[in-house]
């Protein structure tokens, strides 16, 4: 049982690239989640999704985008990067939506730097 | 606007002594509130959680107290280890809107 697993680890973009953050997890979880972790910030929720074919934004969705085709699966987009999208980024997700006792678990997070 | 607020960027304790992490918030209607742990290079790990119905809850050397009408919760740790040297993340959550709000994170080091 792998858990959240996040691919890449580490990721160096330039300006305008593009590119896919892979994230799967393999607990048959309802929910899933990405954050970015930005010093001073915490995390902040990006986009999320309560089941296959539905996402929907987060606190700070612009320039990003996600799309849910399995429960497994949930990939993080950024069509044209930005320095301001230097981050760490975390995927999570939970077994049941908005359920007591059923906290997030993370992944081990993709450390992307734009120049 | 920050909904959830962790005001102490560092805390130091001697080991053995008890780590007490603070977190505020300025939604009355969250009703799920949890503690993550994250080391450095993983991703944040759950600690505790507890809900609105209830005010304190235990799990070994963890505890959790809810504080309703200041809209505070807190994490008590004791004894401290230097293992529990980390990062701490105190979320809440609204039943019924998908979204967990973080806080800013505490670091706290326990000294051997």
């Known amino acids: 049982n792998a858990g959240v697993t996040q691919t890449p680890k580490f990721q160096v973009l330039k300006t305008g690239q593009s590119m896919t953050l892979q994230c799967a997890q393999d607990?048959?979880?309802?929910?899933m989640s990405w954050y970015r972790q930005d010093p001073g910030m915490g995390l902040r929720l990006i986009h999320y999704?309560?089941?296959?074919?539905?996402?929907d934004q987060g606190e700070v969705p612009n320039g990003y985008n996600v799309s849910r085709s399995t429960t497994e699966d949930f990939p993080l987009r950024l069509l044209s990067a930005a320095p301001s999208q230097t981050s760490v980024y975390f995927c999570?997700?939970?077994?049941?939506?908005?359920?007591?006792?059923?906290?997030?678990?993370f992944g081990n997070g993709t450390r992307l730097t734009v120049t | 606007d920050q909904q959830v607020k962790q005001n102490s960027p560092s805390l130091s304790v001697q080991e053995g002594r008890i780590s007490i992490l603070n977190c505020d918030y300025t939604?009355?209607?969250?009703?799920?509130f949890l503690w993550y742990k994250k080391y450095p290079a993983e991703g944040p790990t759950f600690l505790i959680s507890?809900?609105?119905?209830?005010d304190k809850n235990e799990d070994g050397r963890f505890t959790v107290f809810l504080n309703k009408s200041a809209k505070h919760l807190s994490l008590h740790i004791v004894p401290s280890q230097p293992g529990d040297s980390a990062v701490y993340f105190c979320?809440?959550?609204?039943?019924?809107?998908?979204?967990?709000?973080f806080g800013t994170g505490t670091r706290l080091k326990v000294l051997a």
């Open positions: 939604n009355s209607m969250f009703d799920y």
């Open positions: 999570a997700s939970s077994y049941k939506v908005g359920s007591y006792n059923s906290p997030l678990h």
């Open positions: 607990m048959n979880h309802e929910y």
């Open positions: 507890i809900s609105s119905i209830k």
């Open positions: 979320a809440a959550s609204l039943s019924g809107t998908y979204k967990y709000i």
């Open positions: 999704s309560v089941g296959a074919g539905i996402t």
